[in-house]
């Protein structure tokens, strides 16, 4: 019973109600400031969160990491305080994970080349939230920027979630970097055709779209002379947020187009000689 196990009590001294009722007030202080310490930094998160979402000029993907660094930070400093109330010396275990940083940073050096490029993402911003871009063969719209990861939504709705390391360790495409995109199509007539009308009737029809822009000037030039037809390459630009919708419109109705112009449209054809023996 004069066994000392611990802080310098005895068995004895633990089996006391003074004990008892002691353990169960730190238990209770611990429990309070944990859960006082999540609702503040639940807290700070929403705030700068809230903050980043009100000025039009501020960065949002920013803000909403900065956010998730003051909730980790107070949640730790929650912790800390828990370990006081236990009387164990927060200094000490401090040095302690001083110590074994670098064993951690051996073991976790995956997860820790995420986080690092996390910070890269945010700080250098090669996209944002919301913005639609190809990362590592994958395409979709950024949805979250994690510490770890990076989530888009795909076309067709689908969650993506990409190792950060991945996505800064690869080649970004950011459709929606700039304000405008120029489309790029490719339409084919017959040798015959008159290529004169042909070129007017692809120009009005475009440029009959309120979509797109006369500045820069689009360009409708024949291309190419195929196997079985003359090329119009045709380049018009437009707002990035109308590109996909534009391009696929005007490939039916420049078709139409020529169609009702009298214009004809080739497609391969084979000719077979049969060569008497």
Same mark, same amino acid.
């Not at 018009?236 to 214009?263: H, I, N, P, T």
């Given at each position: ?26 238990? $209770? ?165 008159? $290529? ?82």
């Amino acid at each position: 019973m004069n066994t000392v196990l611990w802080d310098g009590k005895t068995i004895a001294d633990l089996l006391t109600l003074e004990f008892f009722v002691s353990a169960i007030g730190s238990v $209770l202080a611990a429990l309070a400031i944990l859960f006082v310490g999540f609702l503040v930094g639940g807290w700070a998160r929403r705030r700068l969160v809230n903050l980043g979402g009100k000025y039009a000029h501020l960065d949002v993907t920013l803000f909403n990491f900065l956010g998730n660094v003051a909730r980790y930070i107070v949640i730790g400093f929650a912790f800390l305080f828990v370990l006081n109330t236990f009387g164990i010396q927060t200094t000490s275990v401090v040095a302690v994970i001083g110590a074994a940083g670098l064993a951690i940073g051996l073991a976790l050096q995956g997860t820790l080349s995420n986080v690092a490029a996390g910070v890269m993402i945010v700080f250098f911003r090669p996209f944002k939230i919301g913005d639609f871009v190809e990362v590592n063969g994958q395409m979709g719209t950024v949805k979250e920027i994690a510490l770890n990861f990076t989530e888009l939504a795909s076309i067709g709705n689908v969650q993506i979630i990409i190792p950060n390391s991945e996505v800064w360790g690869n080649t970004i495409i950011n459709y929606s970097s700039y304000d405008t995109r120029r489309a790029e199509w490719t339409f084919g007539v017959g040798y015959g055709a008159n $290529l004169k009308l042909a070129e007017e009737t692809i120009r009005s029809t475009i440029m009959a779209d309120e979509r797109a822009k006369a500045d820069p000037e689009p360009f409708i030039q024949v291309n190419n002379l195929g196997d079985s037809s003359v090329d119009f390459l045709v380049r018009v630009w437009c707002d990035s947020a109308d590109y996909f919708a534009f391009q696929a419109d005007m490939k039916r109705q420049v078709k139409e187009a020529l169609d009702a112009a009298g214009v004809d449209i080739p497609f391969p054809t084979r000719t077979v000689v049969q060569v008497q023996g």
